[in-house]
């Protein structure tokens, strides 16, 4: 028997990344597609980098972002607000036996990759990856 602080500290299960990536491909051609009759999304292309599932597989956590980072704000409420026809569709075409409640969220892993290449790049970080000095080097 697992004890419950065992299941919080594991990742998620091979299930939830399966179910995950299924409801991804499906959100992602949804709104590939143009299925929904806002104007906000009409006028963007969003791209699905992640979807997270629940343990229970009934929550849905996707990770969103507009192309070109802008109006992230503004397509976030758009697709919270058409929720109910977005999540018909994905019942429609993921075959589980309870639709899962989708939630939205703003991908920041763009924005946390560039903060880390920006201090990989940073002059402290070159110097300490920079050869020190060997006796070879020294003049006598």
Do not use: C, W
């Not at 292309?45 to 979807?51: G, M």
């Not at 763009?110 to 003049?139: M, N, Q, T």
């Amino acid at each position: 028997m697992q004890k419950r602080s065992d299941q919080q500290t594991k990742g998620p299960t091979q299930r939830q990344q399966r179910v995950g990536e299924l409801v991804r491909h499906a959100l992602a051609e949804v709104l590939a597609r143009g299925e929904t009759q806002d104007p906000v999304l009409a006028s963007h292309v969003v791209t699905v980098p992640e979807v997270r599932m629940s343990p229970d597989l009934r929550i849905a956590t996707a990770y969103v972002m507009p192309l070109g980072g802008k109006d992230v704000g503004p397509v976030v409420k758009a697709l919270a607000r058409n929720k109910p026809a977005l999540r018909a569709e994905v019942a429609r075409r993921v075959n589980l036996k309870f639709a899962p409640d989708l939630r939205f969220l703003p991908d920041e892993s763009f924005d946390e990759a560039a903060r880390i290449d920006a201090l990989l790049r940073s002059e402290k970080v070159s110097r300490d990856l920079a050869p020190a000095p060997g006796p070879a080097d020294e003049e006598p």
